[in-house]
T-cell receptor, first 113, second 113 residues
C-alpha cells in the first residue's frame, strides 16, 4: 500500500545540471500535481496533469517540464538547474480532481549550488 | 491568487481550543485543509464544497462561507499530536474540474503539555 512514491528523496545539483524527479502512484488516480514548498510561501503549483498524456502549467512553471506517459507516473524535469530552484518538491495525486483530497508523496529536497 | 491564512502562528496548552481562518478574494468551489508535521508530507484533513457546509473529523471541524469566500478550521480540546503547520487549499470556481489547489502560506500550531 505505497500510495505516492517520490524518488530521489534528496539531491544536490550544480548550477546548470539537469535532473528528473519521479512520482509514482499505485491508487489508479487520474489527476497528478507537482508543487514546490519554500519557507513562508506555502505550496505553489508547478505543473499538473488531468490524465495520461496530458499536462498543463500551474502558477510557477518556468524552468520546469513535465511528462505523463503512463497514468501512474508523473515526471518533473529541470533542464538547467538554478539556485532559485532550491526547494522541497511534493507530488500529489487525486482520484478525479474535484471533490477529493490530495495524497502527497514524501517529498524531494533539492539543493542547487 | 493565494488565500490568506490567519493567524500565522499559535501556541496552545493541551486542552485549549484554536481557530484558523482562510480567506480568498476569488469565488471558490471548495476549500481543503491539510496538516503537515515537520519534515513530512502534508496530510489531507477534510474538504468543504460550495454550499456552506460544515464538516467534522474527531475534534477537528471546519466551516465554509461561500458568500464571503472564507473557511475556518476549529480545533477543540487540542492534543499534542495536533502540533504542525495547517494549510488551506482553495479550488476556484472556474478551475474547470482540474482540481488544482492554491494553498495559503500556512499556520503553525504548537501544543504544549
Amino acid at each position: 500500500n505505497a500510495g505516492v512514491t517520490q524518488t530521489p528523496k534528496f539531491r544536490v545539483l550544480k548550477t546548470g545540471q539537469s535532473m528528473t524527479l519521479l512520482c509514482a502512484q499505485d491508487m489508479n488516480h487520474e489527476y497528478m500535481y507537482w508543487y514546490r514548498q519554500d519557507p513562508g510561501m506555502g505550496l505553489r503549483l508547478i505543473h499538473y496533469s488531468v490524465g495520461e498524456g496530458t499536462t498543463a502549467k500551474g502558477e510557477v512553471p518556468d524552468g520546469y517540464n513535465v511528462s505523463r506517459l503512463k497514468k501512474q507516473n508523473f515526471l518533473l524535469g529541470l533542464e538547467s538547474a538554478a539556485p532559485s530552484q532550491t526547494s522541497v518538491y511534493f507530488c500529489a495525486s487525486s482520484q478525479t480532481g474535484r471533490n477529493y483530497g490530495y495524497t502527497f508523496g514524501s517529498g524531494t529536497r533539492l539543493t542547487v549550488v | 491568487q493565494q488565500p490568506v491564512q490567519s493567524p500565522q502562528a499559535v501556541i496552545l496548552r493541551e486542552g485549549e481550543d484554536a481557530v484558523i481562518n482562510c480567506s480568498s478574494s476569488k469565488a471558490l468551489y471548495s476549500v481543503h485543509w491539510y496538516r503537515q508535521k515537520h519534515g513530512e508530507a502534508p496530510v489531507f484533513l477534510m474538504i468543504l464544497l460550495k454550499g456552506g457546509e460544515q464538516k467534522g473529523h474527531e475534534k477537528i471541524s471546519a466551516s465554509f462561507n461561500e458568500k464571503k469566500q472564507q473557511s475556518s478550521l476549529y480545533l477543540t480540546a487540542s492534543q499534542l499530536s495536533y502540533s504542525g503547520t495547517y494549510f488551506c487549499g482553495t479550488e476556484e470556481g472556474d478551475s474547470s474540474n482540474t482540481g488544482k489547489l492554491i494553498f495559503g502560506q500556512g499556520t503553525t500550531l504548537q501544543v504544549k503539555p
